[in-house]
């Protein structure tokens, strides 16, 4: 994981506590900028604008692969996790996590920001 903050001129890494070698979804809180969720091998979670990482992890609902990530503009604390085997969902910033009804491999995930409970599901 890398950082720019001119645009693009200079890159820096941010990556402590990151386990693996690719971040595959990133969303970024828009009402507090510097807390970014990533999916590594897990969900990760930054409250330092990605210098430090922890593991919000989703081993207790699920062991599938985790592809994308979206996060409720109007409820930043609602985040949603597109895997292999559905759709989870958390209200608490990650701290705990449910299984939605949508059984189906999720490879992608958008939020309709004028309607943030209209999610939709690329499979």
């Known amino acids: 994981m890398f950082k720019t903050t001119n645009g693009g001129e200079n890159w820096s890494a941010v990556n402590t506590g990151l386990t693996g070698l690719w971040v595959n979804a990133l969303v970024i809180d828009p009402a507090t900028p510097s807390t970014l969720y990533a999916m590594d091998g897990g969900v990760f979670k930054s409250t330092n604008g990605g210098a430090n990482w922890s593991n919000i992890g989703l081993t207790d609902v699920t062991d599938a692969n985790i592809y994308a990530l979206a996060l409720d503009p109007e409820t930043p604390t609602t ?3 597109g895997a292999e085997d559905g759709v989870f969902k958390s209200t608490n910033g990650g701290a705990t996590w449910s299984n939605t009804a949508l059984d ?7 939020i309709d920001p004028a309607t943030p409970t209209t999610l939709y599901a690329g499979t």
């Open 79 to 81: 985040l949603y996790v």
């Open 104 to 110: 189906e491999w999720v490879l992608a995930l958008a």
